[in-house]
């Protein structure tokens, strides 16, 4: 099993109840296969569509970027609750630009996920029946527009640092699509910095609405990056077949590092009593993250699951006029060029 969504369950009754099929062993073209698959992924090459791969390499790919996608697109939600409530006319295309460029990361990653064979439906249906993950992040809500700014420092700020090692993903369509979404990510990381800048610099009122929009997200996005590495199931194979770069311990210490500079700058305070820089590691130390409550916000309890996926499953119904005559459109034109042919 691979996933939920992606899991095939076993027969619960018959003659093969609570029996687990036995792998067949490979034949010799098949053991070929595979040593020519793990000397490409040793030399650090690329896999692509039409290469050969073993089954899990293929379902463990089409569970992370699936998932990945499934986050850009319900991503787009939290912040777009703000883009009719920005405070300006530049906040407010500079919102409607970002929200906008979620959504076309969530098109690169399902067209990278289509290319191992699975359609967009199936996604779609294991995202709006509740089956499939998507980030943690995204369950939480935007109560100020502080908030707007924090998600693009903090949360953009954490995805860039987990996504520029997966534009060196083996898989190629999915590397090539990190390429663009870190580009744009980063013009997130920025606008969503300086917006916090500026409030920074108003009334004493302004600054805590910062503060508190800091103490709110921090802990959140330290549990982005996933479960410790000794509860990570998927990390140590992930890692042999150079998808994830780094395990998600390093990229969070990772994180830390980057950002307490950048929020000594921004004259806010994380809220963390042991954070501190560890001279003989050579990084700071970090509390104790909560990872019951991430796991219950894994499992659908958190704060806006609830609110999150009726508003997805309700754009998606809405939008079935559009997909109808879309195709409709797309089949009239194909009739009319096999005509003319
Ligand atoms: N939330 O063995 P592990 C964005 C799950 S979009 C929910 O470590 P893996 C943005 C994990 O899936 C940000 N679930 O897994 C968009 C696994 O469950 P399954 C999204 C999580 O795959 C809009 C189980 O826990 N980025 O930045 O080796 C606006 C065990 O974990 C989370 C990506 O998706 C989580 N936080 O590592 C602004 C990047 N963490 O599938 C910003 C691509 C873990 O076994 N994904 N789980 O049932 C990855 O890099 C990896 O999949 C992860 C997890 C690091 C997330």
Not at 15 to 29: D, M, Q
Request: charged fraction near 25%; proline fraction near 6%; include cysteine.
């Amino acid at each position: 099993m691979y996933t939920q969504s992606f899991s095939v369950p076993d027969a619960a009754d018959g003659p093969s109840a609570g029996l687990k099929a036995v792998a067949r062993p490979p034949n010799e073209a098949e053991r070929e296969l595979l040593a020519r698959f793990d000397t490409r992924i040793d030399a650090d090459g690329r896999i692509e569509p039409r290469d050969w791969m073993p089954d899990a390499y293929r379902k463990t790919l089409v569970r992370q970027i699936s998932q990945h996608a499934h986050s850009e697109i319900v991503g787009m939600l939290p912040e777009g609750n703000w883009i009719s409530r920005a405070p300006s006319l530049k906040r407010k295309a500079i919102l409607l630009a970002k929200v906008q460029d979620e959504g076309g990361h969530g098109l690169y990653l399902y067209s990278a996920a289509e290319t191992l064979g699975t359609s967009r439906e199936q996604m779609l249906d294991a995202l709006h029946s509740g089956q499939a993950k998507y980030s943690s992040i995204f369950n939480y809500p935007t109560l100020t527009w502080a908030d707007v700014g924090v998600i693009g420092w903090l949360v953009d700020g954490a995805a860039i640092m987990n996504q520029i090692p997966l534009c060196r993903c083996s898989y190629g369509p999915y590397a090539r699509a990190m390429v663009r979404v870190c580009k744009e990510e980063s013009f997130h990381q920025r606008q969503g910095y300086e917006s916090l800048l500026v409030q920074m610099k108003g009334t004493p009122a302004q600054q805590g609405m910062v503060q508190d929009a800091v103490n709110r997200w921090w802990w959140k996005c330290l549990a982005m990056f996933g479960p410790p590495d000794a509860d990570s199931p998927n990390s140590q194979q992930g890692m042999r077949w150079g998808i994830k770069r780094f395990s998600n311990d390093d990229l969070r210490q990772k994180f830390v590092d980057a950002t307490v500079p950048q929020a000594q700058v921004l004259g806010v305070t994380l809220p963390d009593p042991d954070l501190k820089w560890n001279a003989a590691r050579g990084h700071h130390d970090y509390g104790a993250i909560d990872w019951d409550e991430f796991w219950q916000v894994v499992n659908g309890h958190g704060p806006c699951n609830q609110e999150r996926l009726a508003t997805r499953v309700k754009a998606h119904d809405d939008g079935a006029w559009v997909r109808e005559a879309a195709a409709t459109h797309a089949e009239k034109q194909r009739q009319r060029a096999l005509k003319a042919a």
